[in-house]
C-alpha cells in the first residue's frame, strides 16, 4: 500500500529565498505524481504533473522533480512572495489518488 | 466554466440526523470523486466514479455512508445515521479521466456533527 509522507509539516521563510519542499512515498511504481496548492477555506488546485516516465515539470517560478529511484519529489519555489502562503500537497496516483499531510509553507514580507 | 459546485458550504447538524453532500462536477468530466479532510487523516479518496457507476468504494469508511451518481451532473453522498467523529471537510472532484488528466476540487463542504 503506497504512503506519501511530507516533512516538515510547516515551514516559514522570508519573502524572495528559493525553498524547495519535499514528498517522499513508499512504492516505487508510481503512476504519476501531482502537487496541489490549498489555501485556507478553499479547495485544491492543482500546480504540477510528473507522469512516471517523467523527471521533472516546470511552471513559473515552480519545479518538481521527480526521483522514483529514491521514491522522492520536490517542488522548487524560486523567489518566494506572501502570495505563496499555502499549504502544499503532493499525490501519488493516477484516479486513486494518495495525499501526504502537506507542509504549510508561509512566506513572511 | 463554473468549476466544481458543492453545497451546502457549511452544514451543522445534530447526531443521528440524516445528512446529504452535493455536487456538481464540471460539464464533461468522465470521473467524479469524494474526499474528506480531518487534521488527524489528512485527506482520503471515499469513493470515485467513472461515467455515473461507481468503480472504488473501498474508502468509504463503513454502511453509514453512501454516494450516489443519477446522472453525469449530479452526485451526494449520504451519512446516515451522523456521528460527531464524522465532522470533516468533504471534497467532491471531477477529471476527464485520463491517467494524466488532473482533478479539479471543489470548494468543500465543511461539515459539523454535535
Known amino acids: 500500500k503506497q504512503e506519501v509522507t511530507q516533512i516538515p509539516a510547516a515551514l516559514s521563510v522570508p519573502e524572495g529565498e528559493n525553498l524547495v519542499l519535499n514528498c517522499s512515498f513508499t512504492d516505487s511504481a508510481i503512476y504519476n505524481l501531482q502537487w496541489f496548492r490549498q489555501d485556507p477555506g478553499k479547495g485544491l488546485t492543482s500546480l504540477l504533473l510528473i507522469q512516471s516516465s517523467q523527471r521533472e515539470q516546470t511552471s513559473g517560478r515552480l519545479n518538481a522533480s521527480l526521483d522514483k529511484s529514491s521514491g522522492r519529489s520536490t517542488l522548487y519555489i524560486a523567489a518566494s512572495q506572501p502570495g505563496d502562503s499555502a499549504t502544499y500537497l503532493c499525490a501519488e496516483g493516477a484516479q486513486k489518488l494518495v495525499f501526504g499531510q502537506g507542509t504549510r509553507l508561509t512566506i513572511n514580507p | 466554466d463554473a468549476g466544481v459546485i458543492q453545497s451546502p458550504r457549511h452544514e451543522v447538524t445534530e447526531m443521528g440526523q440524516e445528512v446529504t453532500l452535493r455536487c456538481k462536477p464540471i460539464s464533461g468530466h468522465d470521473y467524479l470523486f469524494w474526499y474528506r479532510q480531518t487534521m488527524m487523516r489528512g485527506l482520503e479518496l471515499l469513493i470515485y466514479?467513472?461515467?455515473?457507476?461507481?468503480?472504488?468504494d473501498s474508502g468509504m469508511p463503513e454502511d453509514r455512508f453512501s454516494a450516489k451518481m443519477p446522472n453525469a451532473s449530479f452526485s451526494n453522498l449520504k451519512i446516515q445515521p451522523s456521528e460527531p467523529r464524522d465532522s470533516a471537510v468533504y471534497f467532491c472532484a471531477s477529471s476527464l479521466g485520463r491517467d494524466t488528466d488532473t482533478q479539479y476540487f471543489g470548494p468543500g463542504t465543511r461539515l459539523t456533527v454535535l
Open positions: 466514479f467513472n461515467n455515473n457507476v461507481p468503480i472504488d
